[in-house]
């Protein structure tokens, strides 16, 4: 297509492979961006909700009238006054819209008010009376005999070896964390139906949730995509969406959810906590023969995304390694505990802190270092995963892993910071007891989701002349999460049709579904929905510049619908199958200073190197990678709900710690680019992957400290702390 010196100019300057500037950096730098918690309309009230103080009881009566009878109350819902289904689920209707005889975990919703004032909403919520018998709860995994899925993986029959390390390991339940409480407002519309402003990761799917609760068709129940403070899984499931809707349709006004962040801890699914034994069989010089591994996860009180979580831990339990002989069962199950999800990394992450803490147990077993156990056995194009499926694009573990191991070592520590020592801002030591270690971790993801699922994305592409230049309009209802989601369409947009002037529509409804915002998907398939029509578009314009072509044809508009190849589920015997799309990369080195004698961690440096087929933004790329790092980091050393006898006891930023920028230490990258010639420009999802292989490096290098196994994150002061 011919294209003027200005829309050459412009999509280079602005296109793929640009470091473009997001359209949302400036507001949210100020202040100024409206996020879902800040939506307001004249005339709307407020919702809260009534959650459930035991992890397991039985109802045997509920009161409204003391909240009936509070001055501004103007509506008080149980699950006797849901229009519809009472039961929703993400994979399976196993959730109530409101506790119907029971509640099966502390925190499940069991009544709804609405009120002119969000205080008095919540009182008239805490003033319901509510009768519970309180039974047994079963809040250890172990215990359960409720099983969500249970996917084994067999391949080969030879488990013995000359050299085998075993090992337990533990993982304890994470929170995404997002900063942006779940919020949404709910208003009632003319034809009976209603509009939701929603902060979530999947539109469509929420749709589909909502419509049968609410008793509407699905084209009654809009939904419209509003300011979203961070996700990583946590939004794929439903919190306030169903209620805000009960209460605005009941009272025929807007109603507006806001959870505080307590509410928020208990209002939405965690990472589950997994409970892990491997076996890992090698010869002398450090090749794997055979894995054994028995993986378990607690899914809480409902499904949610647990049996895709399952196959993700089966499908990579022994990680990115040439494993000739496999034995793995991963099982997820149902307890009383908070229920979990979808979270950054999903399975993947779990089973990588065993296998690669395993992975260091066979290196020091084989007198190898960590580096050249991991290169010995690391999978390669051509290679194949346990399921036997084969990986068809470019895999370069051991070249990545030659390439980390040379990067430059930070300078030797000095003390006379005392600032750079674990816990030197407090005087706590001198560097005494302080001790370095250097760890290694790898990690494998599926990219987009797997076994089957029909996995696809839609845009809507418009070309017309505003003030006389070309511009374009890029619609789709996928989510932009924080990931730079908005960005990298508008850069695909400019790419092909060599237009500088590009908008993107707010995500809603109105145009087919593009899936979730998770399993770093968004990139590959929303991404390859807005090249299709776009170039779809350009085909209109008949080889001419884009602005002689609409100043001849008028304005031009084309939908594509954009699907990744098949994939197919896992059998449930043996494991086999070709189950995933994609797969991704990427390992670390952690450098971590230990006070041995207080039990405190400090990270020096973190390195990384990923392969990212194509970059598609470099500056969101780097942005993506050293996030999911701090995840990972997260997890390692800090992040954890502390969850008693199904009682979650530190629902709270101040109790709940999360790394800040104290704790984050400087980062060396190297991205490197080898395309997948199955994905649209070649590109590889990028945003889960250093949330695998950053958890276990940190681990190693604790241990490399202390000389400590530590089978178990997040690690604890506790857990180092070297006696006398």
């Not at 002989?325 to 979808?342: E, F, I, L, Q």
Request: charged content about 20%; glycine content about 10%; some cysteine.
């Amino acid at each position: 297509m011919t294209q003027t010196a200005d829309e050459r100019a412009g999509a280079i300057l602005h296109g793929i492979g640009a470091s473009a500037r997001r359209p949302d950096a400036t507001l949210k730098v100020t202040g100024e961006f409206a996020y879902a918690s800040d939506l307001w309309l004249e005339g709307m009230v407020w919702g809260a909700t009534l959650r459930s103080p035991h992890p397991s009881a039985w109802i045997r009566s509920i009161d409204v009238g003391p909240a009936l009878r509070m001055p501004g109350v103007r509506a008080v819902l149980t699950h006797e006054d849901v229009p519809g289904e009472k039961y929703f689920g993400l994979e399976h209707k196993d959730q109530p819209v409101l506790a119907v005889d029971e509640v099966r975990y502390q925190g499940e919703p069991v009544a709804l008010v609405a009120a002119d004032h969000p205080e008095t909403a919540r009182r008239a919520a805490a003033a319901i009376e509510v009768v519970y018998e309180i039974r047994r709860a079963v809040t250890d995994p172990r215990e359960s005999r409720r099983f969500v899925r249970h996917q084994p993986v067999r391949r080969g029959d030879t488990f013995e070896a000359e050299v085998v390390v075993r090992g337990e390991y533990e993982v304890g339940m994470q929170d995404q964390a997002f900063l942006g409480p779940e919020a949404g407002l709910a208003v009632p519309a003319e034809d009976g139906g209603v509009d939701l402003f929603i902060a979530t990761q999947w539109l469509h799917v929420d749709r589909d949730q909502l419509a049968p609760c609410l008793g509407l068709p699905p084209e009654k129940v809009r939904l419209t995509l509003s300011g979203v403070g961070g996700a990583f899984g946590a939004r794929e499931d439903l919190s306030m969406q169903i209620h805000a809707c009960m209460l605005a349709l009941r009272l025929n006004r807007p109603v507006k959810i806001s959870y505080g962040r307590e509410e928020s801890f208990f209002g939405h699914v965690h990472r589950h906590p997994a409970r892990m034994r491997y076996e890992h069989g090698a010869t002398r010089d450090g090749r794997l023969v055979y894995v054994k591994a028995d993986i378990l996860l607690d899914g809480g009180a409902y499904c949610s995304s647990s049996p895709a979580v399952v196959g993700n831990a089966a499908s990579l339990g022994v990680g990115p390694y040439e494993v000739p002989n496999v034995h793995v069962d991963a099982t997820g199950v149902y307890t009383n505990n908070p229920p979990c999800g979808a979270m950054r990394g999903f399975g993947a992450v779990q089973a990588c802190y065993a296998y690669e803490s395993q992975m260091d147990l066979l290196a020091q077993a084989c007198g190898l270092s960590p580096v050249e156990i991991r290169t010995r056995n690391a999978v390669s194009q051509g290679s194949r995963l346990a399921t036997g499926q084969v990986i068809d694009a470019p895999a370069p573990l051991a070249d990545m892993l030659k390439r980390l191991e040379s990067m430059p070592l930070p300078p030797e520590r000095t003390d006379a910071d005392l600032r750079s020592l674990p816990g030197g801002v407090s005087q706590t030591t001198h560097g005494e007891s302080v001790r370095r270690g250097v760890g290694y971790g790898v990690g494998i993801k599926n990219i987009c989701f797997s076994e089957g699922f029909d996995d696809y994305s839609t845009a809507r592409v418009r070309a017309e002349l505003v003030g006389g230049e070309p511009h374009v309009t890029v619609h789709t209802a996928a989510a932009e999460v924080g990931q730079g989601l908005v960005t990298v369409q508008a850069q695909i947009a400019r790419t092909e049709l060599g237009v500088a002037n590009v908008t993107v529509a707010t995500a809603d409804t109105s145009v087919g579904s593009a899936g979730s915002s998770s399993a770093s998907r968004q990139s590959y398939v929303t991404g390859g929905a807005v090249r299709a029509a776009c170039q779809a578009v350009r085909e209109r314009f008949q080889g001419l510049p884009a602005k002689e072509a609409l100043e001849r044809f008028g304005p031009v508009e084309e939908t594509r619908e954009y699907r990744h190849r098949p994939t197919y589920p896992l059998d449930p015997v043996t494991g086999q199958g070709d189950s995933h799309t994609q797969l991704a990369l990427c390992v670390h080195r952690a450098v971590v200073d230990v006070d041995v004698e207080l039990g405190l961690a400090k990270v020096v440096e973190l390195a990384a190197v990923q392969d990212v087929g194509r970059i598609m933004n470099p500056q969101a790329l780097e942005g993506q990678i050293h996030g999911g790092t701090a995840q990972g980091l997260g997890l390692a050393l800090m992040e954890e709900i502390q969850v008693r006898d199904g009682r979650v006891l530190n629902p709270s930023f101040t109790d709940y710690l999360i790394p800040t920028i104290l704790d984050m230490p400087p980062m060396k990258l190297e991205i490197l680019e080898n395309a997948d010639p199955a994905a649209p420009y070649g590109l590889r999802g990028a945003g889960e992957p250093p949330t695998l292989s950053s958890t276990p490096a940190v681990a190693a290098a604790v241990r490399a400290a202390t000389g400590l196994r530590l089978t178990r994150v997040p690690i604890r002061p506790e857990d180092i702390a070297l006696s006398e």
